[in-house]
């Protein structure tokens, strides 16, 4: 009797403990080799496409520049199509994709363009390696074959990213679209592990390219409520804004109103003069924590030069899905695969 009692007892407190081992994770191997996945940044390289499709690069690099030779304008918004993949979910081609309820078809995104370059750029690559280069990276490269065609720095791009398969239309308007504090930029920057510097290097894109008046208008005459225009716009600046544009929202004004061709520092030197045409730029100017930064940049073309080409690789490094398991190689940059 007192037998059977202790094998009872036995048994229960086995059965407890396996199901305590179970609940606490299962029993872990003696002298298991930690499991440590590598950062996804450290799966880019420059050489991801050196034996898969050697080309791909120089493929990029002609096709962006006869893109922009026939218009140059172009080459603004492949950059700010570049800007905007990576602020939603990461660099990942999410902002290309074209169904209901993405990014792309997104309010917040209507004046994005240059998505036929990229298409065009990927028929190619498609014939010549077939599955091989993501449409993330071939946006990544064309940005900075972009920033070259209008003399901007050139830098090495890292290459391995693979596509997204989400996309959501509400996302694409949590970029900053030009009415925001200083304060939300940072923020904005930083949870993409950016900092303030990258912040005003980046705006320094605003150097070239165009923005609808919808962007701006707001600061033209009553402004946030005190039926003044924005003080910090320069007065005669103000009157040709006033004068010559915005009988339209969709009406284009170039963001540098001194040379908007140019890949140059005078985006940081009209930010001191009250000309930037949105007030997110000219802020930069007036708030302690980003200021110092335009007064370097404005008397340095060299150090923007430079840190352009850091804060881009930074920029195309954000939130890349690099691991086998994660997104695909987008056979059309418009569609997820099957
Ligand atoms: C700091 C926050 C930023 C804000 C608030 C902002 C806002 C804007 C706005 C409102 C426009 C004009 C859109 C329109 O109405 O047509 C614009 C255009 C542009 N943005 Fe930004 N932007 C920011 C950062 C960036 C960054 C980081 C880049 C690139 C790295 C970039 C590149 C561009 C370019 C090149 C254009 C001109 C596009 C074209 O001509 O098609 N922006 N931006
Ligand atoms: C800046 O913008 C954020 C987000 O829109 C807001 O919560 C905050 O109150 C603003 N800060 C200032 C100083 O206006």
Redesign the pocket.
């Known amino acids: 009797m007192k037998k059977l009692y202790l094998t009872v007892l036995f048994v229960f407190v086995f059965i407890v403990e396996v199901m305590v081992v179970v609940s606490v994770g299962g029993i872990q191997p003696v002298n298991r080799v930690p499991k440590i996945l590598p950062n996804p940044v450290d799966l880019l390289s420059f050489t991801h496409y050196l034996t898969t499709c050697p080309d791909a690069e120089a493929i990029i690099q002609r096709k962006v520049s006869a893109w922009i030779q026939k218009d140059y304008?172009l080459a603004?918004?492949i950059?700010?199509l570049?800007?905007h993949d990576c602020a939603v979910r990461g660099c990942d081609a999410s902002v290309l994709l074209n169904h209901r309820g993405s990014e792309r078809r997104a309010f917040a995104s209507r004046?994005?363009?240059?998505f036929h370059i990229i298409d065009d750029i990927k028929a190619e690559l498609e014939t010549i390696c077939p599955r091989t280069v993501s449409c993330a990276d071939i946006l990544t490269a064309a940005?900075r074959d972009a920033t070259v065609q209008l003399n901007g720095p050139f830098w090495q791009v890292p290459l391995g990213r693979r596509d997204g398969r989400i996309s959501i239309s509400k996302e694409a308007g949590m970029?900053?679209?030009?009415h925001?504090n200083v304060t939300a930029?940072i923020e904005?920057?930083q949870a993409r592990g950016l900092n303030i510097l990258d912040?005003v290097i980046?705006?320094g894109?605003?150097t070239?390219?165009?923005?609808?008046c919808?962007?701006?208008k707001h600061r033209l005459s009553n402004f946030n409520g005190t039926r003044k225009p924005d003080p910090s716009l320069d007065a005669n600046y103000l009157n040709i804004l006033k004068k010559k544009y915005c009988k339209r929202n969709l009406d284009?004004v170039d963001?540098d109103v001194t040379t908007p061709r140019v890949f140059d520092t005078a985006y940081y030197t009209n930010l001191k003069k009250k000309k930037g045409l949105?007030s997110?730029d000219q802020l930069l100017y007036s708030d302690g924590r980003t200021a110092p930064f335009v007064d370097a940049l404005a008397s340095q073309p060299s150090l923007f030069e430079n840190q352009f080409a850091v804060s881009?690789v930074k920029?195309g490094n954000v939130q890349v899905l690099t691991r086998p398991h994660e997104g695909e190689i987008r056979v059309n940059c418009n569609f997820v695969n099957y």
């Open positions: 304008t603004a918004s950059i700010r570049h800007f004046t994005l363009r240059g940005a970029v900053p679209q030009g925001e930029l904005f920057f912040l980046l705006s894109s605003h070239i390219g165009r923005s609808s919808y962007s701006f284009l963001l949105l997110t881009m920029l």
